[in-house]
């Protein structure tokens, strides 16, 4: 064991420039991270800098180094697809050759919809792609008086109900969702995640969505690195919503987030645990608040904050931690539509104790990662990927 401690922090949606087959997926020429530097006038990201991430990829603000304190690489995505779910996945050693269905664009076929009525007692309005707040202001009013449940989706693979904690009931709404993860389970309805998204308030513009979240998600179709460390003995600690994207599989302690800075906060506490293990990281705000809704002004000022907090999360690493940095698609804010985009990402590693640095072999899986964590602590190796631990002097 080389490391004790491997932190793996997920910088959600940070894509690093468009995978080789981007044009299938309609993403040719996106550039998450290059773009919004472009964009707001250059972006400063000094502990981001130092690692490294400059050498790595053309982001105005973001110098290259001549002696970076990290080492780096970009990851091409194996798996078919450019969701959260086949990204992560992905990272722990799985390929998966089939997308996840999404209804971006056609909301959620009839008979689905009449059956999730008929099965919960409740009718259901919206039925469409939105954003969750825009939503509430649409139709909090309406649910309020009816007790019809609202239904919506996103770019992701996802059904979601939003219903008032006081009005419908949160354990109602959670027996409802419950529900509906049972109904799509069939093929031609199967989404990664049935997520109940409780709110409060009075009326519109005063909705808010509430701590409730509870997400029903479709287990690994099979075993991961966190269940070969969970299996034998290690820690595997999770922030963000790392729990549900794996629905607790190979999971030994789950820390909820209420944003990305909170989840920052919670991985530096997290250095002042004494652990023997993995600890993941999701930080979602990039994703759900700026890249979904196009917005690379505050797409930058969360990528800026999230290097300060980095800059003390840095300071607080022992010399037998490791560090991985990376993201889990793409989802340029610059780019036509609000999906997620088809990109390379950023595979970055640094210790205290690290000797050396500079630029790694590309990697053609994500799972790379994962073969490295997995080699660390001397579990079974994934099927796919390969280490990078014997490049870290």
């Not at 629905?247 to 906060?265: F, L, Q, R």
Request: hydrophobic fraction near 35%.
């Amino acid at each position: 064991m080389k490391y004790k401690r491997i932190f793996t922090i997920v910088m959600d949606s940070v894509g690093c420039g468009e995978m080789p087959d981007a044009e299938h997926y309609g993403d040719r020429g996106a550039d998450t991270i290059g773009h919004i530097a472009k964009t707001v006038g250059g972006l400063t990201m000094p502990a981001m800098e130092k690692l490294g991430y400059g050498n790595l990829h053309s982001i105005l603000g973001v110098e290259p180094q001549r002696d970076p304190q990290g080492y780096y690489t970009k990851m091409l995505e194996a798996s078919v697809g450019k969701d959260t779910m086949t990204g992560h996945w992905e990272m722990m050693g799985l390929y998966i050759d089939k997308p996840f269905q999404t209804f971006t664009d056609t909301g959620f076929p009839l008979e689905l919809i009449d059956e999730l009525e008929k099965r919960t007692g409740y009718k259901i309005v919206g039925n469409k792609s939105a954003s969750g707040t825009e939503i509430l202001d649409e139709l909090g009013e309406h649910h309020m008086k009816t007790k019809d449940m609202i239904v919506y989706t996103s770019a992701d693979s996802v059904l979601q109900i939003a219903a008032h904690e006081e009005v419908f009931g949160l354990e109602e709404l959670y027996r409802c969702c419950e529900i509906a993860r049972e109904l799509t389970m069939k093929d031609e309805w199967k989404v990664g995640r049935v997520i109940a998204r409780p709110f409060i308030g009075e009326g519109k513009g005063h909705f808010t969505r509430t701590s409730n979240r509870h997400d029903l998600a479709l287990k690994p179709f099979g075993r991961t690195v966190l269940n070969e460390l969970k299996d034998k003995g290690y820690d595997v600690i999770s922030i963000g919503k790392i729990k549900d994207i794996f629905d607790g599989e190979g999971i030994t302690e789950a820390y909820k987030s209420t944003s990305s800075h909170h989840g920052m906060e919670q991985t530096i506490e997290l250095t002042q645990k004494d652990f023997t293990g993995l600890c993941f990281v999701n930080l979602v705000d990039f994703d759900a608040k700026w890249g979904h809704r196009r917005n690379p002004q505050g797409y930058a000022q969360e990528l800026e904050d999230y290097d300060q907090l980095l800059t003390t999360f840095l300071g607080q690493l022992r010399e037998e931690d490791l560090v991985i940095i990376t993201a889990d698609h793409g989802n340029d804010p610059c780019h036509t539509g609000t999906d997620h985009t088809r990109e390379m990402v950023p595979l970055i590693l640094y210790s205290p104790s690290h000797q050396g640095s500079g630029l790694l072999p590309l990697a053609n899986t994500f799972a790379n990662l994962g073969a490295t964590v997995a080699e660390n602590f001397e579990v079974s190796m994934p099927e796919y990927g390969e280490s990078y631990l014997s490049y870290l002097k």
